[in-house]
């Protein structure tokens, strides 16, 4: 593993079915992100944590859950899958003293 | 409310200069970022601003002017793997990423 791995990279669900997306890093940053990205908008924060064993809600939040049992895994769930949720999911890392944002490759996630 | 504004699109022609706007306001300030995305891939991290000039790296330059609340991104001889959308972020007070839309640059040979 060399950064942020996402899985899947890509599923499509119907509505109603719960749904993890899976992000695993290996750099040792202690923040971690969950944002979606959808054509015409900017990047939307859902859930962050700052440090491991802590999560908090971004604009997004509604719909989705985060845990962070760990520092280096940082799992989305969907509990009830909705049309309105089919987006490209980006998991991100920071720890640097700038706090850039290290991404993930995305998970592509359809909802019928 | 906060917000970032950045054009929707650009083009210009390989070899050449290009410079991409952004604007911002948001509930104070903590650093301006640019990052570059290739059609299905993730955003990569380019550049940083926190304090106002021109921070220059390699062809890639990034000018801030935090009294404007205006940055701008150079990108001088163009490649055409430099067609990606670029998109301009700024850290709140609250230390929270407010992102632009993009900005989908097209370059032609």
């Known amino acids: 593993i060399a950064g942020i791995t996402q899985a899947p990279t890509s599923q499509i669900l119907a509505a109603g079915r719960r749904m993890t997306l899976r992000c695993t890093q290996d750099?040792?940053?202690?923040?971690m992100y969950w944002y979606r990205q959808d054509l015409g908008l900017g990047l939307r924060l859902i859930h962050y944590s700052n440090t491991a064993g802590t999560t908090g809600k971004g604009e997004v939040p509604d719909g989705y859950s985060v845990s962070r049992a760990n520092t280096d895994d940082f799992p989305l769930t969907l509990a009830s899958a909705v049309p309105s949720q089919t987006s490209v999911y980006f998991c991100a890392s920071s720890g640097s003293s700038t706090g850039e944002l290290f991404f993930g490759e995305g998970s592509r996630l359809t909802v019928l | 409310g906060q917000n970032i504004d950045q054009p929707t699109e650009m083009t210009a022609t390989e070899g050449a200069i290009v410079q991409i706007n952004c604007t911002y306001q948001?509930?104070?300030?903590?650093?301006l970022f640019w990052y570059q995305q290739h059609a299905g891939e993730a955003p990569t991290f380019l550049s940083y601003n926190v304090l106002d000039g021109l921070e220059e790296k390699g062809r890639f330059s990034s000018f801030l002017s935090r009294s404007k609340g205006y940055s701008y991104l150079l990108l001088k001889e163009l490649q055409m793997k430099d067609s990606a959308s670029y998109l301009c972020?700024?850290?709140?007070?609250?230390?929270?990423?407010?992102w632009g839309a993009g900005t989908k640059l097209i370059i032609k040979p």
């Open positions: 948001t509930s104070g300030f903590n650093g």
């Open positions: 972020a700024v850290r709140d007070s609250n230390y929270q990423l407010i």
């Open positions: 750099m040792r940053h202690n923040a």
